[in-house]
Nanobody
Framework: QVQLVESGGDLVQPGGSLRLSCVVVSRIIFGVNDMGWYRQAPGKQRELVASITGGGTTDYVDSVKGRFTISRDNARKTVYLQMNSLSPEDTAVYYC????????WGQGTQVTVSS
């Protein structure tokens, strides 16, 4: 049984920053799993925006490169997403899961970028 608990979303002005956290509540050996952050904007499909391997190699969708940074703390079974220079186009519900979705989705965390 794996539970994904995302947090850190908020209402922020354009140009602002947020740091999202995702705790993986489970007995799995977290460090071997490639993890990803996804987002789903209203009326759009969920998309993978950032991923990190167990060894720490990262990858990003072009729209967030240079602005978002994914990281992980294996001891805490937590994945982070630092988001800088936010724009209204980043408004979405953000979720974490495996790099290839492996588990039931969590509740997500709402990020709203608006002035």
């Amino acid at each position: 049984q794996v539970q994904l608990v995302e947090s850190g979303g908020d209402l922020v002005q354009p140009g602002g920053s947020l740091r999202l956290s995702c705790v993986v509540v489970s007995r799995i050996i977290f460090g071997v799993n490639d993890m990803g952050w996804y987002r789903q904007a209203p009326g759009k499909q969920r998309e993978l925006v950032a991923s990190i391997t167990g060894g720490g190699t990262t990858d990003y969708v072009d729209s967030v490169k240079g602005r978002f940074t994914i990281s992980r703390d294996n001891a805490r079974k937590t994945v982070y997403l630092q988001m800088n220079s936010l724009s209204p186009e980043d408004t979405a519900v953000y979720y974490c899961n495996g790099r290839v979705p492996l588990w039931d989705w969590g509740q997500g965390t709402q990020v709203t970028v608006s002035s």
